[in-house]
């Protein structure tokens, strides 16, 4: 049997389809993007460079597919390729060597594409993160997510004098992974990191968007398992998890969503679009009275995160002072301190920061504040 192709085969007439858009309706809302985009920047003290790339990515979702978006995008794969020969050449130290090595475990090549991309010295490492990239389970990972994974994880661990490895989840992407596929992948990765010696104890876990969201399933899917999902067992709580600007749940019907709705990356419109190409086809005429408090956190029963610190025994939270998303990681740091109180939970708002600020910081190859946060953090989970 061939192995899974990351990147979705397209007919005669989707091609066309997709070629009709980037050649008319995508320009043009594009610089109309950028146009609102740039005036917001000025007027609201935005920094040009993040104003900027919220208007192509707010342009990328608003018109296009997920499928078309990875026909043109390159993989997950390729992406980590690149990065490791960027970091060897960058970090090439022979100290260094071991950690810069292209080293690709796959979970189940017959079935789908899923694979643990490593970063770090694997063999040698205390401590490993998992990370899951986000993209609206739509996007590819991109080269600021390597970036950020090696700079805030594993050089905190050298810095640090703990060394750690991090283990980056290529999931399958929408619409051909819709939900669970992703948790099921992420639980078959967390299993072969176990199998690699790692104890709970050892383990962070963590993600951006919908990598937050991804996470949170993860840490949900510990605490009550998701029927369809191997189970996880637990004899330990994972040492720390983070959550990036998390998409946890559905409701749009927030203070964020009104006010910033027209000046971040992503919408109302496309978060609920997002969520259409995330379920498999028969659900998506009723994606939003569907009841799944894994991937809808949000919405989960009171009491849903009692005992959540038998899961996990830190929790990083992180956010955009002017993303859509914030009032979603605002009500998921009051739910933790109501049911969890247990759970030693670090709060960050970036004040007048977009959708993903750790990651924008990255995309650029400039970690400040947001990535200078995190690292603070990080370092005092791995010294523990």
Do not use: C
């Not at 608003?62 to 390729?81: A, D, F, M, N, V």
């Not at 703990?162 to 992407?173: D, G, I, K, S």
């Not at 993600?207 to 991804?214: F, I, M, T, V």
């Not at 969503?257 to 419109?269: E, I, K, L, Q």
């Amino acid at each position: 049997m061939a192995p899974f192709p990351s990147k979705p085969n397209m007919s005669v007439g989707e091609r066309l389809t997709m070629i009709l858009k980037l050649l008319t309706i995508f320009p043009a809302s594009l610089a109309l993007n950028i146009l609102r985009m740039l005036v917001l920047s000025v007027t609201h003290g935005m920094k040009l460079r993040s104003a900027f790339l919220a208007a192509v990515v707010r342009t990328t979702f608003g018109i296009l597919t997920g499928k078309e978006i990875q026909k043109l995008q390159p993989t997950t794969r390729q992406e980590y390729g690149k990065f490791i020969k960027y970091a060897a050449k960058r970090w090439n130290a022979p100290n260094f060597k071991s950690r810069v090595v292209y080293d690709v475990q796959e979970l189940d090549k017959d079935v789908d594409d899923s694979a643990i991309l490593w970063l770090g010295d694997r063999k040698k490492a205390k401590k490993v993160v998992l990370f899951l990239h986000g993209g609206g389970y739509v996007l590819p990972a991109s080269d600021g997510h390597f970036l950020w994974a090696w700079n805030t994880y594993v050089m905190s661990g050298v810095e640090a004098g703990v060394e750690t490895a991090v283990a980056f989840l290529q999931y399958t992407l929408a619409p051909r992974g819709v939900l669970p596929i992703p948790l099921r992948q992420s639980v078959a990765a967390y299993e072969e990191v176990r199998a690699q010696g790692f104890l709970p104890r050892d383990i962070i876990v963590g993600g951006d968007s919908a990598g937050g969201n991804l996470t949170m399933q993860f840490l949900g899917h510990a605490l009550h398992a998701q029927p369809s999902v191997p189970e996880i067992k637990l004899s330990e709580p994972f040492s720390a998890a983070f959550l990036v600007s998390a998409w946890l749940g559905l409701s749009d019907d927030t203070e964020s969503f009104r006010v910033f709705g027209n000046n971040d990356m992503v919408s109302s419109a496309i978060v609920q679009k997002l969520s259409v190409e995330s379920v498999e086809p028969h659900k998506r005429a009723t994606v939003k009275s569907l009841s799944d408090p894994w991937s809808r956190p949000l919405e989960a029963d009171f009491g849903w995160f009692q005992d959540f610190d038998t899961v996990v025994s830190k929790l990083y939270v992180t956010y955009g002072g002017r993303e859509v998303l914030r009032d979603h990681s605002l009500a998921m740091i009051e739910t933790i301190k109501r049911e969890a109180p247990g759970v030693d939970l670090l709060t960050y708002e970036a004040p007048k920061e977009l959708h993903d600020g750790v990651l924008v910081e990255h995309l650029f190859k400039n970690p400040s504040v947001n990535a200078k946060k995190m690292k603070t953090w990080f370092k005092g989970v791995i010294i523990q």
